[in-house]
């Protein structure tokens, strides 16, 4: 089991730039890729990234790549998501999620994360 915490999300106004965190704490993290979605309203939850157990690995969204950059520190059980360029369109509720692996393999699939986070809102204006 492995409990994940979102931080750092809030208002900002488009171009500016904001730093996600994700706490993890139970089984250690280094055993899980992880990997960070959003949920509009009225929309599905969309794949933003992952980055693999030892961040040797990553994978970007077309819609973030080139603004949006994920990254680790297995020490400290923690996962960020470094968002720049932001766009009104970047506006939901952001999620972390945890994928148990023994490889270093990538999934972009909603359904293989079995950990999730509670979420924290990032509202870009115009």
């Known amino acids: 089991q492995v409990q994940l915490v979102e931080s750092g999300g809030g208002l900002v106004q488009a171009g500016g730039s904001l730093t996600l965190s994700c706490a993890a704490s139970g089984r250690t993290s280094s055993s899980y890729a992880m990997g960070w979605f959003r949920q509009a309203p009225g929309k599905e939850r969309e794949f933003l990234t992952t980055i693999s157990r030892s961040c040797g690995s990553t994978a970007y969204a077309d819609s973030v790549k080139g603004r949006f950059t994920i990254s680790r520190d297995n020490a400290k059980n923690t996962v960020f998501l470094q968002m720049d360029s932001l766009k009104p369109e970047d506006t939901a509720v952001y999620y972390c999620?945890?994928?148990?692996?023994?490889?270093?393999?990538?999934?972009?699939?909603?359904?293989?994360?079995?950990?999730w986070g509670q979420g924290t809102q990032v509202t870009v204006s115009s």
């Open positions: 999620a945890a994928r148990l692996t023994t490889d270093q393999g990538l999934s972009i699939m909603r359904s293989q994360y079995e950990y």
